[in-house]
């Protein structure tokens, strides 16, 4: 049962950085895409940012430019530089692997980002 932990969130302004970490358990990574989700209050979860095992990204067009997701295979972490935030980047942002079949969702790490 992999196990995911997220953190690094917090309260920042507008125009401010936040670096995102999430932690998984046991061999998470290997051959799977793994992802950056958010859910805004009221709104669906939505996709962020991801990266396959071999380092390719791709990122929604409302945080291209100002997010750099990256990774550690070895140490099963992901990471999500986040820059320039705005105040619609509040939410709860969570970790997981893309797909049909997600891990157990984590607790996830709060981000909000005042104006």
């Known amino acids: 049962q992999v196990q995911l932990v997220e953190s690094g969130g917090g309260l920042v302004q507008a125009g401010g950085s936040l670096r995102l970490s999430c932690a998984a358990s046991?061999?998470?990574?290997?051959?799977?895409?793994m992802g950056w989700y958010r859910q805004a209050p009221g709104k669906q979860r939505e996709l962020a940012a991801s990266i396959t095992s071999g380092g390719s990204t791709n990122y929604a067009d409302s945080v291209k430019g100002r997010f750099t997701i990256s990774s550690n295979n070895a140490k099963n972490m992901v990471y999500l530089q986040m820059d320039s935030l705005k105040p619609e980047d509040t939410a709860v942002y969570y970790c997981?692997?893309?797909?049909?079949?997600?891990?157990?969702w984590g607790q996830g790490t709060q981000v909000t980002v005042s104006s």
């Open positions: 046991g061999s998470a990574f290997s051959g799977n895409v």
């Open positions: 997981n692997r893309l797909g049909a079949f997600p891990f157990r």
